[in-house]
């Protein structure tokens, strides 16, 4: 999850429902670099 998505009330919730059915998340700095660790250029 990218720490500057807008509006970030779109993606609080994720880190619950991750926690809830036992699936790793992450959260990186920016939408640029969440882009490149996915290989989105």
Known sequence: M?????????ILHLPLLCED???PYVFVRSKQALG???GVS
């Open 36 to 38: 490149r660790a996915c």
């Open 21 to 23: 059915k036992n699936v």
């Open 2 to 10: 990218a720490a500057d998505a807008e509006p970030l009330e779109i």
